[in-house]
């Protein structure tokens, strides 16, 4: 065991996810950031809290900021739009043929939805 190891979080920030278990089952926002560190991701309007704020001189009114806690990757699923849920989801070499003849075909690695086999976008 190292310190410096990371989570291997299939997970980037703008993807769409849903939410598995917690007070916000079932709910689907989008990824603001991900700690590779702690395997931890802050998705949109997910795991809010309530911070009251004092009033100060940048906000003399005060006042409640709802702000969001990063939770576990291993609680949210990447977002399938055909599916309309959250899937498990895999990832392959795609091969897209050369535009001219002769020319090598490119593979480029992608994610796709274990459920329906589509595209979930570049890996
Ligand atoms: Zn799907």
Same mark, same amino acid.
């Given at each position: 065991?190292? =310190?410096?190891?990371?989570?291997?979080?299939?997970? &980037?920030?703008?993807?769409?996810?849903?939410? /598995? =278990?917690? +007070?916000?089952?079932?709910?689907?926002?989008?990824?603001?950031?991900?700690?590779?560190? =702690?395997?931890?991701?802050?998705?949109?309007?997910?795991?809010?809290?309530?911070r %009251?704020m004092?009033?100060?001189?940048?906000?003399?009114?005060?006042?409640?900021l709802?702000?969001?806690?990063?939770?576990?990757?291993?609680?949210? /699923?990447?977002?399938?739009?055909?599916?309309? +849920?959250?899937?498990? %989801?895999?990832?392959?070499?795609?091969?897209?043929?050369?535009?001219?003849?002769?020319?090598?075909?490119?593979?480029? +690695?992608? &994610?796709?939805?274990?459920?329906?086999?589509?595209? /979930?976008?570049?890996?």
């Amino acid at each position: 065991m190292t =310190s410096t190891q990371e989570f291997k979080v299939s997970l &980037r920030k703008d993807d769409v996810v849903q939410v /598995l =278990s917690g +007070r916000d089952k079932g709910k689907i926002g989008k990824v603001l950031s991900i700690n590779l560190k =702690s395997g931890a991701v802050t998705v949109e309007k997910i795991n809010l809290v309530k911070r %009251h704020m004092k009033p100060s001189q940048t906000n003399p009114q005060g006042g409640i900021l709802e702000k969001e806690i990063p939770l576990s990757y291993a609680k949210v /699923l990447l977002f399938c739009d055909t599916c309309k +849920r959250g899937v498990r %989801h895999g990832k392959k070499l795609e091969k897209s043929a050369g535009k001219k003849k002769g020319e090598a075909a490119k593979a480029s +690695r992608i &994610r796709f939805c274990k459920r329906c086999k589509n595209g /979930l976008g570049a890996a």
